[in-house]
């Protein structure tokens, strides 16, 4: 996740579009000859109930209205299927959801019947089906449970006279919003027709208005095929800001002019992702900037990106989340993972082209910061992820998808590519990367698919020896890793030692043109034992509690509560109970719990917070405060 996109022609997407359409979906298939480790063979997708191997949906149709006064989203979705072994039933997977009534070929009523519910998929809905079937039309409304909801009070948005409401479908929360197949295995095309309150505008991962109209009715077309997944629906007070001739940006009034200021850079990168890997394929790029609830960095929906409000830090330095999402529209939303316990597919390859945009766009001592950053996180992950959780090839069985949405998949999984970069030689690794998006446009791909792409295309023409299987199917870190060296991060650690020294902030060692990067390698890397008192002098000198930047501050109340510095505790408070994004939430929180007293402050403002946050952060909140 993290993401971005004009007018660009139709007659290209639409017969990319046809062609992926009739060889989309290679079929999940365990007597697949590059299966070769039989332990993984987890190739069918564990995270759905529905029967999607025998029939599945090709498009659907959404007719839904957004009700804020009730929090519930009423309507019918109408699913367009294919039959592909003469089934008598499909199964879709429902969470939270009221199913009114079913409908074959839009005609009468028809019967249908709900399964077990299982905490973590759901509840199956079974309905009779025949070989003249082509349509199911299934009336629905969500519920409280519905967990991709979100609904904002307007106390909750910047500017605190709409309510705001979005949707969050990755990794398994769009069965909880509309009732489909719930499976990154298949793709569909969308449509949908959306009715709000008519001072709101409504947005999708779909052509989008970008104005309000007085009817408060939207209609959205996807017509390239995504796993359900990407399906996405935000609904506020927004406005739109164009970047260039197809970027753009969305947010509420008050926040246009510095979210189109912070992201001026925007069409740049999708000419720059252009030139390293090929066409962009969703025509727009535009990005929506939510309220601060929202618990991601950013959500790659195509064409729609949504993003935290987080990454508006004033100067630009945090726009990497956006080079990330965009990059999604090659690795993720172009090719997607077949099942969850291929997610790095989707990310180690996300963050490798975030960097080549980023280095293509700022350099290579820049991007070093980043990958060096990266770096840090993941051995930071790998000393408290269970071994079974370092492999690349997940075997979640089942744990919730989310569960191995870690730094292994972003970041192991970018090392992998670096390590594939460096052997290969950049030239013959980019030929290959930019093959490999072309064979798998709008398909879907398990790791041991990609073994075997990988092997015939990169590895045996150019002769090369990699521990592929050691990469892919072994935990923690293999010894050919690359080695990032930052001569920029290297200035900053031998500040870091002089400070230790001298005690000494007003001196010269301190560069007032420190990067946000060379901020948070300083704050990260200050060394266990240092005092209240040290903490206070570099506080005193550079407003570190104050820092409007989100990165800046969260690793510094983070190291503020290990050292007992406590002169933070209202700035904390308020970090806390504004920001959404599990990212910041989860090691402030984890820090807090380390000690009773701290664990006893944390549920306090967890208290307050938890109404802010989403369903995404709050469960994984829950749990680490041992709540649920
Ligand atoms: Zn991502």
Known sequence: MKYISALLISIIIFSACNNSEENQDTKPNSNDKDSTLSEVDTTLDQHTLSNYMDVRTKHLHLDIEVDFENKQITGSVTHTIENLTGADQIV??????????????????????MGDYDELLGTPLFVGINENTETVTIKYETTEKTEALDWLVPSQTAGKKQPFMYTQGQSIFTRSWIPLQGTPAIRITYSAKVKVPNQLLAVMSATNPVEKNESGIYEFNMPQPIPCYLIALAVGDLEFAPIDHRTGVYSEPSMLKDCAYELADMGEMVNEAEKLYGKYLWDRYDVIVLPPSFPFG????????????????????????????????????????????????????????????????????????????????????????????????????????????????????YFFLRLLE????????????????????????????????????????????????EWMYSSGLPENCP?????????????????????????????KDWTTHEWLHFIRNLKEGTTPEQMKLLDDAFKLTQSGNSEIAAIWFEKSINFGYDNIDKELEAFLIKIGRRKFLMPLYTALAATPEGKEKAIAIYKKAKPNYHFVSYNSIDQLLGLK
Do not use: C
């Open 92 to 113: 879709f997977d429902t969470k939270g959801l009221n199913i009114l009534n079913v409908k074959l070929n839009g005609e009468e009523n028809t019967e249908f019947t």
């Open 298 to 413: 950013g959500m790659e929906n195509p064409r729609l990106t949504f993003a935290t409000p987080t990454i508006i830090a004033g100067d630009r330095s945090l726009v990497a989340l956006i080079a990330h999402e965009l990059a999604h529209s090659w690795s993720g939303n172009l090719v997607t993972n077949s099942t969850w316990n291929d997610f790095w597919l989707n990310e180690g390859f996300t963050v490798y082209f975030e960097r080549r945009i980023m280095e293509a766009m700022f350099g290579k001592d820049y991007t070093d910061m980043l990958a060096l950053l990266g770096y840090q996180d993941l051995v930071r992950t790998m000393s408290e992820e269970e071994t079974d959780m370092q492999k690349l090839k997940l075997q979640l069985n089942m744990k919730h998808p989310d569960d191995g949405m870690t730094d292994v998949a972003y970041e192991k999984g």
């Open 422 to 469: 460096q052997t290969a030689g950049r030239d013959n690794f980019d030929a290959f990367l930019k093959g490999y998006f072309e064979s798998y446009k709008f398909k879907t791909i398990t790791t041991e698919e990609f073994k075997g792409y990988l092997e015939t295309n990169l590895i045996k023409p150019h002769k090369l020896q990699v521990n592929i299987d």
């Open 483 to 511: 080695k990032v060296v930052s001569k920029l991060f290297n200035a900053v650690e031998a500040n870091l030692e002089q400070f230790y020294l001298t005690n000494d902030v007003n001196s010269s060692i301190f560069s």
